[in-house]
């Protein structure tokens, strides 16, 4: 199976109410898709990162009443899981879909991340392209354009990332009709291009590649 892109029908999952029909219309429309990024940027990351990386599909399984309001599959070292480490992201929400890296807030790598990002604020500024965005909350759709983010932005986002519940992400987000008309190919490119702009941050939390 080859990525064919996104649709309209695949935002429009985060539309349908309910937990139950919600889940059924993400695992019959978005999720084989996620399911092919995974296979795909699985083997893109390894050879950009020069390490194994595997991808993880969010099942929202824990969830008993409230629906998903975004999916994604995220990539980390660790063949077990992704959210204790620093991990690339290819996500959808209704209004948008996005590329990002980060940590979120069950990772115990926070406080190196946040310390490193205050020791190389200015490179970090000036390597984060404007066009991109920062996260400080991965269950927030609203971000942060990273062209209004200077060194003292930076260092108050890192203050948040070393916190009990910080977390800090960074890419670049399509709107839902951009995300639509790109097609597969411009799609990939776009996410491809876009993690390659954010490499030079892995290295600040990478930690040791994870076997099973």
Same mark, same amino acid.
Do not use: I, S
């Given at each position: 199976m080859e990525f064919v892109g996104f649709t309209d029908e695949d935002f429009a999952v985060f539309e =349908?109410?309910?937990?139950? /029909?919600r889940m059924d219309a993400l695992k019959r429309t978005l999720r084989p898709?996620?399911?092919q990024l995974g296979r795909d940027f699985a083997a893109f990351l390894s050879d950009l990162l020069e390490e194994p990386m595997y991808a993880h599909v969010a099942k929202h399984a824990r969830r008993t009443v409230n629906p998903p309001e975004d999916s994604w599959v995220a990539f980390a070292a660790d063949r077990r899981g992704y959210k204790k480490h620093p991990h690339f992201q290819i996500g959808v929400w @209704?209004?948008?879909?996005? *590329? $990002?890296?980060g940590l979120i807030s069950e990772s115990p790598h926070r406080a190196r991340f946040a310390a490193q990002l205050r020791a190389h604020a200015a490179e970090v500024v000036a390597a984060i392209p404007g066009h991109f965005v920062w996260i400080p909350d991965h269950t927030d759709p609203h971000a942060i354009p990273a062209a209004t983010v200077d060194e003292a932005g930076l260092l108050r986002l890192a203050d948040r990332l070393d916190t009990r519940?910080?977390?800090?992400? $960074?890419? =670049? $987000?399509?709107?839902?009709?951009?995300? =639509?008309a790109m097609g597969p190919a411009a799609f990939a490119?776009? =996410?491809?291009? /876009?993690? @390659? *702009?954010?490499?030079?941050?892995?290295?600040l939390i990478q930690t040791e590649v994870f076997q099973a």
């Open positions: =349908v109410p309910g937990l139950e /029909a898709k996620l399911e @209704r209004t948008h879909a996005f *590329a $990002t890296f519940q910080g977390e800090l992400l $960074t890419g =670049v $987000t399509f709107a839902r009709a951009q995300t =639509v490119d776009a =996410v491809k291009e /876009a993690f @390659r *702009a954010l490499k030079p941050l892995y290295p």
